[in-house]
Structure formats: C-alpha cells, structure tokens
C-alpha cells in the first residue's frame, strides 16, 4: 500500500527555517516524481517544489525561488523540502505527493499526482 507521511511542521518566526519531511513506503522513491505543495486558509492549493524520479530534475514555485529547497534519500526513501527566510506568506498546510513518472518528469499541477499525504502545518508568526 502505497503512502506519503510528512512531519516537520511547525510554528517557526519570520526568517527562521524549518525542514519538512516526506517519507514514503510501498513504493520507491526512483520510480516516482514527488511534489511539495501547501494550502493556506481560504486559497487554492499550490505547487512549491518537485523532484522527478532520478532527482536530477527540480522546480520551485516563484514564489519560493531562493528561499526553498528539495532534497531526497533514496536508503530512507524520503523526500525533504528546506524552506529558509520564511515569511508569514508561507503559512500552510505543506503537503507532499506522488506519482509514477518518467525519470526525467516533474510537476506543480496538482491534478497529475496520484498519491497524497495528510500534510503538516507550518505557521510563521512572530
């Protein structure tokens, strides 16, 4: 039974960092593009960042360009986005996803994952 568990959320002040995780079992991270996506209060779901099944391919939201990153260990089959300078716009429910993809293959769009995590919330407040 494929299933995406992310943890790391937190309540972090404006210019911290904080590293989320996304661990994945019943499946292999190098068969898989994994997104990273979040939902504030009362707006859409996003995409911030994926990772294609090789992880030689990355993307970021613009809006998190230069402030996060994504990571992967294949021996813990877990995905990590690094989020730095967070500001209080960064306020959400971080979820990750997956889906069986070319090696080469990535996405922000939330309709081509199959496969979701319950989220974590992360809240930047002073």
């Known amino acids: 039974q494929l299933q995406l568990v992310e943890s790391g959320g937190a309540l972090v002040q404006p210019g911290g960092s904080l590293t989320l995780s996304c661990a994945a079992s019943?499946?292999?991270?190098?068969?898989?593009?994994i997104g990273w996506f979040r939902q504030a209060p009362g707006k859409e779901r996003e995409g911030v960042s994926s990772?294609?099944?090789?992880?030689?391919?990355?993307a970021f939201a613009d809006s998190v360009k230069g402030r996060f990153s994504i990571s992967r260990d294949t021996a813990k089959n877990t995905v990590y986005l690094q989020m730095n300078s967070l500001e209080p716009g960064d306020t959400a429910v971080y979820y990750c996803?997956?889906?069986?993809?070319?090696?080469?293959?990535?996405?922000?769009?939330?309709?081509?994952?199959?496969?979701w995590g319950q989220g974590t919330q992360v809240t930047v407040s002073s």
């Open positions: 996803s997956a889906r069986n993809a070319p090696q080469e293959a990535w996405s922000l769009l939330e309709p081509w994952y199959d496969y």
């Open positions: 019943g499946f292999t991270l190098d068969r898989y593009a």
């Open positions: 990772i294609s099944p090789n992880g030689g391919s990355t």
